[in-house]
């Protein structure tokens, strides 16, 4: 289920645009339209400023405002083991792939014009390198390793297969203790970034491009939450039984 919060318009000044839903930013970026101090003027405006089609950017910010929403009684432990890998690289890989560079971009560029206004921010920086610098080996790891080997178990097992125990003896990952270390020096990351930013809010004075920045740092940090809940909590423990069973413990 989709819906549509933000109600665009053409004559919406930029930061207005922005300030009501920080996902535009992107788009505006995209484009370069100019969101922080200087984007006072509205889109149409500033569109043809730029040279670039309002009906396009308009399109482009409706699409990234939509919210594709969840039931709320929707059971992950109820899903096929397979169906749930496919969800966590397809819904949560995915949006780490396309989250982090963006945020780089904007966290990066923000704090070299403000850490002398904030200096927790050079901090702030330190500790979201060390996600961007290692989220993409940890992905890489899941996607090739980890996963298939999960999948390949599971098939294995439903089908009474003679070579599943031999299967997990051969080529049994450490799961538990590996993605166990990394999800706990991720969330220790997330509790910096909280600290850090007093839990994601801003100062009253905070400028467009502040409030993006944090925002999208929030945003990375709920889906992170999740994505670890439905491995720690679901996917991991299911596997982990399924290769005791087969070893007969």
Same mark, same amino acid.
């Given at each position: 289920?989709?819906?549509?919060?933000?109600?665009?318009?053409?004559?919406?000044?930029?930061?207005? @645009?922005?300030?009501?839903?920080?996902?535009?930013?992107? =788009?505006?970026?995209?484009?370069?339209?100019?969101?922080?101090?200087?984007?006072?003027?509205?889109?149409?405006?500033?569109?043809?400023?730029?040279?670039?089609?309002?009906?396009?950017?308009?399109?482009?910010?409706?699409?990234?405002?939509?919210?594709?929403?969840?039931?709320?009684?929707?059971?992950?432990?109820?899903?096929?083991?397979?169906?749930?890998?496919?969800?966590?690289?397809?819904?949560?890989?995915?949006?780490?792939?396309?989250?982090?560079? !963006?945020?780089?971009?904007?966290?990066?560029?923000?704090?070299? %014009?403000?850490?002398?206004?904030?200096?927790?921010?050079?901090?702030?920086?330190?500790?979201?390198?060390?996600?961007?610098?290692?989220?993409?080996?940890?992905?890489?790891?899941?996607?090739?390793?980890?996963?298939?080997?999960?999948?390949?178990?599971?098939?294995?097992?439903? %089908?009474?297969?003679?070579?599943?125990?031999?299967?997990?003896?051969?080529?049994?990952?450490? @799961?538990?203790?590996?993605?166990?270390?990394?999800?706990?020096?991720?969330?220790?990351?997330?509790?910096?970034?909280?600290?850090?930013?007093?839990?994601?809010?801003?100062?009253?004075?905070?400028? =467009? !491009?502040?409030?993006? !920045?944090?925002?999208?740092?929030?945003?990375?940090?709920?889906?992170?939450?999740?994505?670890?809940?439905?491995?720690?909590?679901?996917?991991?423990?299911?596997?982990?039984? @399924?290769?005791? !069973?087969?070893?007969?413990?």
């Amino acid at each position: 289920m989709t819906e549509q919060f933000l109600k665009l318009n053409e004559q919406m000044p930029v930061t207005e @645009i922005v300030n009501g839903d920080y996902r535009t930013a992107d =788009v505006l970026l995209k484009y370069n339209i100019d969101f922080c101090c200087g984007g006072r003027w509205p889109l149409q405006v500033a569109c043809e400023a730029r040279g670039v089609s309002t009906e396009m950017v308009m399109q482009d910010l409706e699409t990234a405002t939509r919210r594709i929403l969840l039931p709320p009684t929707l059971n992950f432990n109820d899903w096929p083991i397979d169906f749930l890998a496919d969800y966590l690289v397809h819904v949560h890989h995915a949006y780490m792939k396309q989250a982090l560079p !963006s945020l780089h971009d904007h966290l990066t560029k923000f704090v070299a %014009g403000h850490r002398l206004k904030y200096p927790e921010l050079d901090e702030l920086l330190v500790h979201f390198m060390k996600l961007y610098k290692q989220m993409p080996e940890h992905l890489k790891q899941e996607e090739e390793v980890i996963f298939p080997y999960i999948k390949r178990l599971n098939r294995a097992h439903n %089908g009474k297969e003679p070579y599943a125990e031999l299967l997990v003896r051969t080529l049994r990952k450490p @799961i538990a203790a590996k993605m166990e270390e990394e999800h706990q020096q991720t969330e220790q990351l997330l509790l910096n970034f909280r600290r850090l930013t007093n839990n994601y809010t801003t100062p009253e004075d905070a400028c =467009v !491009s502040h409030r993006v !920045s944090v925002l999208k740092l929030q945003e990375l940090d709920q889906d992170l939450v999740q994505h670890m809940r439905l491995e720690n909590e679901i996917l991991f423990p299911r596997a982990i039984a @399924i290769e005791n !069973s087969l070893l007969g413990k």
